[in-house]
């Protein structure tokens, strides 16, 4: 940790756990469901292993973390302290919703957005059997451009090369518009009129597209008047 506050302050106390560069996050991630290594950098993909490790190691120090072996996986946990952080995150998570609107071109990430996606995902809407998602990106590097989302009644993962599959729907549009739709700054009625985002694949399937998912747990928000 730093330097440190000195102040007898309980939220400067707080502070000299939290406020170091990715601290919160990697507890936003664990309050989300990750629970190995993999599932934290995917969650945090501009976060370095090394730094993610430093980071798990401090929250394991002051209480937060517990870290446990099992099978030979290692599954890191929040402990009843980390726990209470749960609705310091989601407090947080709501005020950056209603107040900090505006989101800049480095905001936007596809890796984190797919992965935020694939684990808000309503399996029972799901058809039987497995559904895969393309989504292809027109405005991204070609690197980042396509992803497939690969679903079943059961489980949902992420790929970032063609796993070869049959697709049963393509998202093509912009990063900033399916990010859009899955902050709740605007519905996907809006999107798939508009043009922002298009959909291809059978009639049926494309209708039933945004059942499957539930958006971030944000999208509800109220946000503030303007104008």
């Given at each position: 940790?730093?330097?440190?506050?000195?102040?007898?302050?309980?939220?400067?106390?707080?502070?000299?756990?939290?406020?170091?560069?990715?601290?919160?996050?990697?507890?936003?991630?664990?309050?989300?469901?990750?629970?190995?290594?993999?599932?934290?950098?995917?969650?945090?993909?501009?976060?370095?292993p090394t730094l993610l490790?430093?980071?798990?190691?401090?929250?394991?120090?002051?209480?937060?973390?517990?870290?446990?072996?099992?099978?030979?996986?290692?599954?890191?946990?929040?402990?009843?302290?980390?726990?209470?952080?749960?609705?310091?995150?989601?407090?947080?998570?709501?005020?950056?919703?209603?107040?900090?609107?505006?989101?800049?071109?480095?905001?936007?990430?596809p890796q984190l957005l797919?992965?935020?996606?694939?684990?808000?995902?309503?399996?029972?809407?799901?058809?039987?059997?497995?559904?895969?998602?393309?989504?292809?990106?027109?405005?991204?590097?070609?690197?980042?451009?396509?992803?497939?989302?690969?679903?079943?009644?059961?489980?949902?993962?992420?790929?970032?090369?063609?796993?070869?599959?049959?697709?049963?729907?393509?998202?093509?549009?912009?990063?900033?518009?399916?990010?859009?739709?899955?902050?709740?700054?605007?519905?996907?009625?809006?999107?798939?009129?508009?043009?922002?985002?298009?959909?291809?694949?059978?009639?049926?399937?494309?209708?039933?597209?945004?059942?499957?998912?539930?958006?971030?747990?944000?999208?509800?928000?109220?946000?503030p008047r303007t104008g």
């Amino acid at each position: 940790m730093g330097l440190g506050y000195h102040q007898f302050c309980p939220v400067a106390k707080a502070m000299e756990l939290l406020d170091e560069r990715w601290t919160l996050l990697v507890v936003r991630e664990l309050v989300c469901g990750s629970r190995h290594f993999n599932e934290l950098r995917r969650g945090l993909p501009r976060m370095s292993p090394t730094l993610l490790s430093r980071r798990l190691q401090q929250l394991r120090r002051a209480g937060v973390v517990d870290r446990r072996v099992e099978g030979g996986a290692v599954r890191y946990e929040l402990t009843p302290a980390g726990e209470e952080l749960r609705a310091v995150v989601e407090a947080l998570g709501a005020w950056g919703t209603r107040w900090i609107g505006h989101l800049g071109d480095p905001d936007l990430d596809p890796q984190l957005l797919l992965w935020d996606m694939h684990r808000n995902v309503h399996h029972d809407a799901l058809p039987p059997g497995r559904t895969v998602v393309h989504v292809h990106f027109s405005d991204t590097a070609p690197g980042v451009r396509d992803w497939w989302l690969l679903m079943d009644l059961h489980e949902a993962d992420v790929c970032d090369l063609d796993p070869g599959l049959p697709v049963s729907v393509t998202i093509t549009g912009t990063l900033r518009g399916l990010t859009q739709v899955w902050r709740g700054d605007r519905s996907w009625d809006d999107a798939l009129t508009c043009g922002v985002l298009r959909t291809q694949g059978p009639e049926a399937l494309r209708r039933a597209l945004p059942g499957w998912f539930a958006l971030s747990a944000f999208a509800a928000v109220p946000r503030p008047r303007t104008g």
